[in-house]
């Protein structure tokens, strides 16, 4: 079954602290993984995919292959930063599979 | 360039009646999608089409749902009869031409429908 799974509904940090947003997926080929941002009354944009191997905004994310995770990460996180943040799996069928989302709250 | 554009932003109906979403896509973006988010939950795809022809519709309830992209450009979504289940928001996407392009999907500010 291809499935992607965000285990925390709600993650609150307080500014500065390290932010870890996980992600697993089950999917037997060669996954493409991608993480959107939806900040509030905005719409869902692209945060980054891991073919690229980017930071953007501060957050990074590996794939690893052998755990099946996707985890987005940010050393400092900022009250900006609060927003609903949702991991998406690519499949070969050519849709893009949403994992339930995550939101982030970062408290002054 | 212009964004994806949905409309009505909001929509509140009874259970039985019908229902019509539009979209337009961003100039030139040949694939398009409808998702459906549940309050909670991530959005799930519904149909996708490519120009005017549907790739995969096989997320659709086409007992109360259909979907149509004329010309290629602007797609509506329909429900009729509506349920109270369908209450949700209703995302439309565009991508020129799939999920192998840089930016991945532009998403539209959706229309949240109530059914009561």
């Known amino acids: 079954a291809q499935r992607v799974t965000q285990p925390e509904k709600l993650l609150s940090v307080f500014k500065g602290a390290p932010v870890e947003l996980k992600c697993n997926y089950s999917?037997?080929?060669?996954?493409?993984l991608f993480w959107y941002v939806q900040y509030s009354r905005q719409r869902l944009q692209l945060l980054l995919r891991h073919i690229s191997r980017e930071s953007i905004k501060g957050f990074t994310a590996d794939l690893n292959k052998g755990e099946t995770s996707f985890h987005l990460k940010k050393p400092f996180a900022q009250e900006e930063d609060s927003a609903m943040y949702y991991c998406a799996l690519y499949n070969q069928g050519g849709k893009l599979i949403f994992g339930q989302g995550t939101e982030l709250s970062v408290k002054p | 360039e212009a964004g994806v554009a949905q409309s009505p932003r909001y929509k509140i109906i009874e259970k039985r009646q019908s229902v019509a979403f539009w979209c337009n896509p961003i100039?030139?973006?040949?694939?398009l999608y409808w998702y459906q988010q549940i309050l909670g939950q991530g959005p799930k795809l519904l149909i996708q089409f490519q120009n005017n022809g549907v790739v995969d519709d096989s997320q659709l309830p086409k007992d109360r749902f259909s979907a149509e992209r004329l010309k290629g450009v602007d797609s509506t979504l329909k429900i009729q009869p509506a349920k109270l289940e369908d209450s949700a928001v209703y995302l439309c996407a565009s991508s020129p031409r799939g999920m192998r392009d840089e930016g991945g999907y532009t998403f539209g500010s959706g229309t949240r429908l109530t059914v009561v």
């Open positions: 100039s030139g973006h040949a694939t």
């Open positions: 999917y037997s080929g060669s996954p493409e």
